[in-house]
């Protein structure tokens, strides 16, 4: 009977129709596999048919290469030592097919349901029996995946154990060595990292890995070294470095630069590698010697540079599944952690860290720069590839004062021979010192020029800002400001660069759910110490943008976004708050001193500055010339910020800056259209278009919005970011603003434009795209009811000190200052460059602002008027 059952469920079995069904059927499976030699399958039965193991066997070799049955079968309780067994002896008839089946299922079956304890001691023993080892270690690897019940009960049974054992014996064949890493593998993806109970099960495992990287690398076997590399790097992950001692300290950093040195580029590799220095650097730091930073450190920032560009574009990953941002993540902390400031090499993994994102930013402006004219990019090639000259030249620049730091700090200096001989004792031994701190010195100066390239080279593309941040840009500013405290003019420079970088890359998504991590609590505290200093406008407006971006908010809402030049005159009013619909500060909440409650604005005036000028430093409230202002901003020193905000209390006061370019001897800038397509792109960003609007401009600034409203009323529909600011906007006031042009610009007056004088420059020339500017914005002026107050200025500005005296000129005309429509107001006794700078509350220029500000808000708030006409002259005033 056995026998004809037998037969009849090898046939079944053969025909592909029927296979599923007689998968299905668990007693027929569970007799095929002879249960446990009971009474269930057909070992515990008498059978004088020797055919019927035969015919089982065959049966469930057809099971099992067909990848619809195979995992049915191996997840049948006890399926996997019973097969072990039925395969034990190789002569038994059909044994060595169905091993053969067993191995084709294992590459497609990777998790098992949770096992018993006796088919894990079953299978652990068929392991250390050596018969079907790989296939035992397969199936605790299985287990371990399937199920947290199947991992606890492995490593409770010592499984980690018996893999390491089989490790590290030097007579396991290398198919078991595989499938053994294959299972540790498997068991480490679930453990838990740092605990105690995980460190004492897999701790011991490093000494092998370790020994087997070696050996992968010189039998050159790279499926091995990737196997051997990525245990190496989930161990240390989950805790394994606390192994790090006394000799095994000494192994791992030859490792780690074994793998930084071998040609390969599997990405298993690069994380042993980068996982190993990391540890190291947690662990015993000052035990490690320099060919750490000589030999890994470049390899290390390589490998940051591919991944984050490799994150940005494509995303990469290896057989063993380490992917590119896992590589990148871990190579990130592994610098965070070299740099550490009490690490005799920790300044110079920093300039490093950085030399390396300038190179790397060269590269990847390269791609744009080699892009086709016709195809679509974010930036155009030949700005692409000024962007990439200026990276590579910020980065030789930091290399140069990076290495002559490093020789004066590692190798004593001492001056030329001829000086040497002038010079006394005490002098002579304290020159190697000197010169090192010189060096160090002027490394730092480079370091902060640099840090401001990248920031420029950033600021208007938002996949470099991605690629920044994917490059560990947060990290290394952290480390960067570990000093913020401190106050002198070389921190407060750094400051800036930072908190401008923080609150370009806080406007994406990615960026903010870090940062609000909280092991970055830290860097939160430092932007909030900032954020409301009051001796600085532009510190201040960086670090509230950021906390703006970052701070938790209602999920529901579509809160500003503040793209690079977009500033806050009043960074600490609670109407931003209201806005981004987050929490108020800590330290801004309750309590006698407390802000008001926020509440949303009214209204938006918008400032835009002119040529050469700056968010801030146009709106001062002290008089300047024409190339001098005073280095010090606080907010009492400029007007918006001190005055206009008590004044206006209801309106959200925004500056912005963007770069103007008087020559193209200072590079290539941005044409004057595109400059005005960002503008309108930025404004709406911040919310700019949501409620009623009034721009206050000076100089160049006022072509930029009238060109900015020209084009908005072209475009039909009211959808657009730019048709929305046009439909809110209510007036303008312009400062001085060359509606004709002026001569200066003709003349070419300004020895920087004689040659070759900016396409920006250019604008201000006198001419037919002026006029035709001017007569567009009339039109808009009146169609769409905007008010207009311009103000022209009463006195000569002094241009060119010659030794003798002092040129003067009137830089715009009060011909040109008028548009023709809306009022004019002339400011006698004031230049260009102070037209747009009261220097007391009561000056007739500031109150006509306010005057005009009050009337064009209060009248879009009530029925609608149309544009005004002609216009009307008034002179006098101060």
Same mark, same amino acid.
């Given at each position: 009977?056995?026998?004809?059952?037998?037969?009849?469920?090898?046939?079944?079995?053969?025909?592909?129709?029927?296979?599923?069904?007689?998968?299905?059927?668990?007693?027929?499976?569970?007799?095929?596999?002879?249960?446990?030699?009971?009474?269930?399958?057909?070992?515990?039965?008498?059978?004088?048919?020797?055919?019927?193991?035969? /015919?089982?066997?065959?049966?469930?070799?057809?099971?099992?290469?067909?990848?619809?049955?195979?995992?049915?079968?191996?997840?049948?309780?006890?399926?996997?030592?019973?097969?072990?067994?039925?395969?034990?002896?190789? =002569?038994?008839?059909?044994?060595?097919?169905?091993?053969?089946?067993?191995?084709?299922?294992?590459?497609?079956?990777?998790?098992?349901?949770?096992?018993?304890?006796?088919?894990?001691?079953?299978?652990?023993s068929a392991l250390e029996e050596g018969g079907d080892a790989a296939h035992a270690a397969w199936a605790l690897g299985c287990w371990a995946a399937g199920s947290d019940e199947g991992h606890a009960l492995l490593v409770h049974l010592n499984a980690v154990a018996l893999l390491r054992q089989v490790l590290e014996a030097e007579s396991s064949p290398e198919s078991l060595v595989k499938q053994s890493l294959e299972a540790l593998l498997r068991l480490l993806e679930r453990a838990g990292g740092g605990n105690e109970e995980v460190q004492l099960a897999f701790g011991s495992c490093l000494e092998p890995m370790v020994a087997l990287c070696h050996r992968a690398i010189k039998a050159n076997d790279s499926e091995l070294l990737s196997l051997s590399a990525r245990c190496i790097g989930d161990l240390l992950a989950k805790g394994a470095e606390g192994e790090l001692r006394g000799g095994r300290s000494h192994q791992v950093q030859h490792l780690a630069l074994a793998l930084c040195a071998h040609p390969s580029r599997d990405l298993a590799v690069r994380y042993a590698a980068a996982r190993s220095l990391l540890a190291l650097a947690g662990q015993n730091p000052k035990g490690m010697n320099g060919r750490v930073i000589s030999e890994g450190l470049p390899k290390v920032i390589e490998w940051v540079l591919e991944a984050s560009a490799a994150t940005v574009i494509s995303p990469a990953s290896s057989a063993t599944g380490v992917t590119e941002s896992i590589v990148g993540k871990?190579?990130?902390?592994?610098?965070?952690?070299? $740099?550490?400031?009490?690490?005799?090499?920790? =300044?110079?993994?920093?300039?490093?860290?950085?030399?390396?994102?300038?190179? !790397?930013?060269?590269?990847?402006?390269?791609?744009?720069?080699?892009?086709?004219?016709?195809?679509?990019?974010?930036?155009?090639?030949?700005?692409?590839?000024?962007?990439?000259?200026?990276?590579?030249?910020?980065?030789?620049?930091?290399?140069?004062?990076? %290495?002559?730091?490093?020789?004066?700090?590692?190798?004593? *200096?001492?001056?030329?021979?001829?000086?040497?001989?002038?010079?006394?004792? =005490?002098?002579?031994?304290?020159?190697?010192?000197?010169?090192?701190?010189?060096?160090?010195?002027?490394?730092?100066?480079?370091?902060?020029? $640099?840090?401001?390239?990248?920031?420029?080279?950033?600021?208007?593309?938002?996949?470099?800002?991605?690629?920044?941040?994917?490059?560990?840009?947060?990290?290394?500013?952290?480390?960067?400001?570990?000093?913020?405290?401190?106050?002198?003019?070389?921190?407060?420079?750094?400051?800036?660069?930072?908190?401008?970088?923080?609150?370009?890359?806080?406007?994406?998504?990615?960026? *903010?759910?870090?940062?609000?991590?909280? /092991?970055?609590?830290?860097?939160?505290?430092?932007?909030?110490?900032?954020?409301?200093?009051?001796?600085?406008?532009?510190?201040?407006?960086?670090?509230?943008?950021?906390?703006?971006?970052?701070?938790?908010?209602?999920?529901?809402?579509?809160?500003?976004?503040?793209?690079?030049?977009?500033?806050?005159?009043?960074? /600490?009013?609670?109407?931003? @708050?209201?806005?981004?619909?987050?929490?108020?500060?800590?330290?801004?909440?309750?309590?006698?001193?407390?802000?008001? =409650?926020?509440?949303?604005?009214?209204?938006?005036?918008?400032?835009?500055?002119?040529? +050469?000028?700056?968010?801030?430093?146009?709106?001062?409230?002290?008089?300047?010339?024409?190339?001098?202002?005073?280095?010090?901003?606080?907010?009492?020193?400029?007007?918006?910020?001190?005055?206009?905000?008590?004044?206006?209390?209801?309106?959200?006061?925004?500056?912005?800056?963007?770069?103007?370019?008087?020559?193209?001897?200072?590079?290539?800038?941005?044409?004057?259209?595109?400059?005005?397509? *960002?503008?309108?792109?930025?404004?709406?960003?911040? !919310?700019?278009?949501?409620?009623?609007?009034?721009?206050?401009?000076?100089?160049? +600034?006022?072509?930029?919005?009238?060109?900015?409203?020209?084009?908005?009323?072209?475009?039909?529909?009211?959808?657009?970011?730019?048709?929305?600011?046009?439909?809110?906007?209510?007036?303008?006031?312009?400062?001085?603003?060359?509606?004709? +042009?002026?001569?200066?610009?003709?003349?070419?007056?300004?020895?920087?434009?004689?040659?070759?004088?900016?396409?920006?420059?250019?604008?201000?020339?006198?001419?037919?795209?002026?006029?035709?500017?001017?007569?567009?914005?009339?039109?808009?002026?009146?169609?769409?009811?905007?008010?207009?107050?311009?103000?022209?200025?009463?006195?000569?500005?002094?241009?060119?000190?010659?030794?003798?005296?002092?040129?003067?000129?009137?830089? @715009?005309?009060?011909?040109?200052?008028?548009?023709?429509? +809306? %009022?004019?107001?002339?400011?006698?006794?004031?230049?260009?460059?102070?037209?747009?700078?009261?220097?007391?509350?009561?000056? /007739?220029?500031? *109150?006509?602002? @306010?005057?005009?500000?009050?009337?064009?808000? %209060?009248?879009?708030?009530?029925?609608?008027?149309?544009?005004?006409?002609?216009?009307?002259?008034?002179?006098?005033?101060?």
């Amino acid at each position: 009977f056995s026998s004809r059952v037998a037969s009849l469920v090898e046939d079944v079995a053969a025909h592909g129709d029927h296979r599923e069904s007689l998968a299905a059927n668990t007693r027929v499976v569970s007799w095929l596999l002879g249960a446990d030699g009971g009474e269930t399958g057909w070992l515990g039965q008498k059978n004088e048919d020797p055919r019927v193991g035969e /015919k089982a066997r065959r049966a469930l070799t057809s099971l099992l290469l067909d990848s619809r049955t195979a995992g049915r079968v191996l997840q049948r309780p006890g399926a996997v030592p019973n097969l072990l067994r039925l395969c034990s002896d190789r =002569a038994a008839p059909g044994a060595l097919p169905l091993l053969d089946a067993l191995a084709a299922a294992s590459t497609s079956v990777t998790a098992l349901p949770a096992p018993s304890a006796g088919e894990v001691s079953a299978t652990m023993s068929a392991l250390e029996e050596g018969g079907d080892a790989a296939h035992a270690a397969w199936a605790l690897g299985c287990w371990a995946a399937g199920s947290d019940e199947g991992h606890a009960l492995l490593v409770h049974l010592n499984a980690v154990a018996l893999l390491r054992q089989v490790l590290e014996a030097e007579s396991s064949p290398e198919s078991l060595v595989k499938q053994s890493l294959e299972a540790l593998l498997r068991l480490l993806e679930r453990a838990g990292g740092g605990n105690e109970e995980v460190q004492l099960a897999f701790g011991s495992c490093l000494e092998p890995m370790v020994a087997l990287c070696h050996r992968a690398i010189k039998a050159n076997d790279s499926e091995l070294l990737s196997l051997s590399a990525r245990c190496i790097g989930d161990l240390l992950a989950k805790g394994a470095e606390g192994e790090l001692r006394g000799g095994r300290s000494h192994q791992v950093q030859h490792l780690a630069l074994a793998l930084c040195a071998h040609p390969s580029r599997d990405l298993a590799v690069r994380y042993a590698a980068a996982r190993s220095l990391l540890a190291l650097a947690g662990q015993n730091p000052k035990g490690m010697n320099g060919r750490v930073i000589s030999e890994g450190l470049p390899k290390v920032i390589e490998w940051v540079l591919e991944a984050s560009a490799a994150t940005v574009i494509s995303p990469a990953s290896s057989a063993t599944g380490v992917t590119e941002s896992i590589v990148g993540k871990c190579a990130t902390d592994a610098l965070f952690a070299l $740099s550490q400031h009490d690490l005799p090499w920790g =300044a110079q993994v920093e300039r490093k860290w950085l030399i390396g994102l300038l190179q !790397g930013l060269g590269d990847f402006y390269d791609v744009y720069a080699g892009a086709e004219p016709e195809s679509p990019a974010s930036i155009e090639p030949v700005f692409a590839k000024e962007l990439a000259g200026s990276a590579r030249y910020a980065a030789e620049k930091l290399t140069q004062a990076t %290495e002559a730091a490093a020789s004066t700090a590692s190798a004593p *200096q001492m001056p030329p021979k001829d000086v040497l001989q002038v010079m006394k004792a =005490a002098a002579q031994a304290a020159y190697p010192t000197a010169a090192a701190t010189v060096d160090d010195a002027m490394a730092n100066v480079a370091l902060l020029k $640099s840090l401001k390239t990248v920031a420029s080279l950033v600021s208007e593309d938002s996949k470099a800002q991605l690629w920044l941040f994917n490059a560990g840009a947060v990290k290394l500013l952290r480390r960067l400001i570990r000093d913020a405290e401190a106050d002198d003019e070389g921190k407060v420079e750094l400051q800036l660069e930072v908190s401008r970088i923080l609150a370009m890359l806080s406007a994406h998504a990615a960026v *903010q759910d870090y940062l609000r991590l909280r /092991k970055n609590m830290d860097l939160l505290q430092w932007l909030q110490a900032l954020s409301v200093r009051e001796d600085n406008c532009e510190l201040a407006s960086n670090a509230r943008k950021a906390l703006l971006h970052i701070l938790p908010r209602d999920s529901s809402c579509s809160p500003p976004v503040f793209r690079d030049g977009v500033h806050l005159l009043l960074p /600490k009013s609670q109407q931003h @708050v209201a806005l981004a619909a987050c929490e108020p500060l800590e330290g801004e909440r309750g309590g006698e001193a407390a802000s008001p =409650a926020p509440h949303l604005p009214h209204a938006d005036v918008v400032f835009i500055h002119g040529l +050469g000028g700056g968010a801030f430093d146009t709106w001062r409230n002290l008089h300047c010339t024409w190339d001098y202002s005073p280095e010090e901003m606080p907010l009492s020193g400029c007007w918006p910020s001190a005055w206009l905000s008590g004044d206006l209390p209801e309106a959200r006061l925004l500056s912005v800056g963007y770069q103007t370019k008087l020559s193209e001897w200072e590079g290539v800038a941005l044409g004057f259209q595109e400059q005005a397509r *960002q503008l309108v792109e930025k404004l709406s960003d911040a !919310g700019v278009g949501d409620r009623p609007l009034v721009f206050v401009c000076h100089s160049l +600034g006022g072509l930029l919005v009238k060109e900015m409203l020209v084009k908005a009323a072209k475009e039909g529909g009211d959808d657009s970011n730019a048709r929305r600011v046009l439909n809110q906007c209510k007036g303008v006031i312009f400062y001085s603003v060359p509606h004709y +042009g002026s001569w200066i610009a003709e003349a070419g007056w300004n020895l920087r434009m004689v040659a070759a004088p900016s396409k920006t420059a250019q604008i201000l020339r006198p001419g037919p795209y002026l006029e035709e500017l001017n007569r567009q914005m009339s039109a808009v002026h009146k169609a769409a009811g905007i008010k207009v107050l311009s103000f022209g200025e009463g006195a000569r500005t002094p241009m060119l000190n010659t030794g003798v005296g002092t040129i003067t000129t009137e830089v @715009v005309a009060l011909e040109s200052a008028y548009p023709g429509y +809306g %009022e004019i107001v002339l400011l006698s006794g004031t230049d260009h460059v102070n037209s747009c700078k009261p220097s007391r509350i009561e000056e /007739k220029g500031y *109150q006509r602002t @306010v005057e005009f500000l009050r009337k064009t808000l %209060e009248d879009s708030a009530g029925p609608q008027g149309g544009g005004a006409g002609g216009g009307s002259r008034e002179n006098g005033g101060e």
